[in-house]
């Protein structure tokens, strides 16, 4: 596992918004996981940010998010999928069809996780992904516990996990989603490139940990430590002394 330090979170975000860019240059079929959350967002602002030519062209860019709330209205400004759409979506070429999210008001949960790893899957799977991480170590919604699932599935969150979703909602707790879908550890862990941001102090505990701690179904982003090509990119305040 590589770790990338950088001063703060804007040079974070112009170093991954290079990296993805030069990847799509290099692979125009790029297959790209993507993260929401707060820490992702000023990467979505340097991608914005380029021109066409300075970032190479999403026509034939997939796109698949990590996760989505369960049973939230479909305009609800707090879905992963609004954010997406404002954050990114709306600002590149990519095609509507080439955008692979889950359905978290699906009429039937099981059937749709199976038909996101099957859609993943048959994208030829992530060429890269890029993560956030919960101060709890959580990646997507992989909550820590005594086990982890290995594909995508409907998960309940953690109290840390829904008051860090809270902005969204309003800031009002009780508007949370008590439940998600999240792509599995199996799934992201299949991912070719795996890179993963944090930033702020609140996420030094997490990032130690993920860096140098047991792997445990405990701290779901220690599993990184297993993967080939793992690069975690942190700013000062989130870098473990
Ligand atoms: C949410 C998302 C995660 C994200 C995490 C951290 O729970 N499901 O994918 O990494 O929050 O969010 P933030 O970047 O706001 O700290």
Known sequence: MII????????????????????????????????????????????????????????????FNLDEFVAVAPGAAGRYRAYMQRELFDHVNLAPGHIGFLQGDAPDLDAECARYEQAIADAGGLDLIVLGIGTNGHIGFNEPGPSLEARTHRTRLLPPTRASNRALFDDRMEQVPAEALSMGM???????????????????SAVAQLMTGPITTELPASFLQLHPDATVMVDAAASPR
């Open 4 to 63: 990338q330090p950088y001063d703060d979170g804007i040079a974070l975000a112009r170093a991954l918004a290079v990296r993805v860019c030069a990847a799509i240059e290099e692979r125009p079929h790029l297959v790209l996981g993507l993260p929401t959350g707060r820490t992702p967002l000023q990467f979505y602002e340097q991608l914005r940010g380029r021109s066409r030519e300075q970032c190479a062209d999403w026509s034939r860019v997939r796109t």
């Open 186 to 204: 199996a799934t992201i862990l299949h991912a070719r490139q795996v890179v993963l941001i944090a930033t702020g102090a609140t996420k030094v």
